[in-house]
């Protein structure tokens, strides 16, 4: 959590929800690439999460539970009719969210 960083932005994210034992599953690579285990640690830095509400890959509510463990300040944006990845509908949120992370002091 390198605090040159001011923030995130993050598209069509979530965690893994895993409740494996996560020593089968080689803790340390397993906990490095899971979300859910490291977006608290962002806080007081921004957390901005655009989402598609048609994403076969990551579904609404894993997205919506990985966004609850966030810090604020924090932003949740659902675009209507996007599947996975970035979507025009994500434009105008995304470029307001960079706005306010890279204007913040």
Request: net charge negative.
């Amino acid at each position: 959590m390198d605090n040159r960083i001011k923030g995130l932005v993050a598209i069509s994210t979530s965690g893994f929800r895993a409740t494996e034992n996560l020593s089968d599953l080689g803790e340390n690579y397993f906990v490095s690439i899971d979300p859910d285990h490291y977006i608290g640690l962002i806080k007081p830095r921004y957390t901005f999460m655009l989402q598609g509400d048609n994403d076969s890959i990551v579904k609404l509510q894993d997205a919506e539970y990985t966004y609850s463990l966030a810090g604020e300040p924090k932003s949740f944006f659902i675009a209507e009719g996007c599947g996975h990845g970035f979507c025009d509908r994500m434009h105008s949120e995304f470029y307001k969210d960079l706005k306010t992370i890279f204007s913040s002091s």
